[in-house]
């Protein structure tokens, strides 16, 4: 399976105001481009390594999960970890940069980020 999840700074950061989350997600619901999604205000607080901890229990069922909010380099610092005590492969997690992104650049960039680019 194939995962969308999407972090926003608690929703109040101006680096999300400029884009409609639920657009995002319901853009790659009707293509059908994953098989889930979800949204979370704040995966780098606690309640986030819970959130990863629960999801990714059954993680050898997820095939990708991508991770679109903050900077990738930054993502993979703050999951990394958790990634590995849970035995997540790192290799399957992508991070994608949206912030300060309009619905349309943020769908864009996200689709870059998958494995058969963007649709044309
Ligand atoms: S993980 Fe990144 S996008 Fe999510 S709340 Fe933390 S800083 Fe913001």
């Given amino acids: 399976m194939k995962g969308l999840i999407l972090c926003v700074c608690q929703g109040t950061c101006p680096s999300f105001q400029k884009m409609n989350v639920f657009e995002i997600l319901n853009h790659f619901r009707r293509e059908g481009k994953v098989d889930f999604v979800a949204i979370h205000p704040q995966l780098c607080a606690t309640d986030g390594d ?3 901890k629960t999801l990714l229990k059954n993680g050898e069922d997820i095939e990708k999960l991508f991770v679109a909010g903050c900077d990738p380099v930054m993502q993979k610092k703050m999951f990394g970890w958790t990634f590995k005590e849970l035995g997540f492969d790192e290799k399957k997690f992508i991070g994608i940069e949206i912030r300060n992104m309009t619905t349309d650049e ?3 960039a996200i689709e870059e980020a998958m494995p058969n680019g ?3």
């Fill in 106 to 108: 943020a769908i864009k």
């Fill in 50 to 52: 819970n959130f990863w």
């Fill in 118 to 120: 963007v649709k044309e």
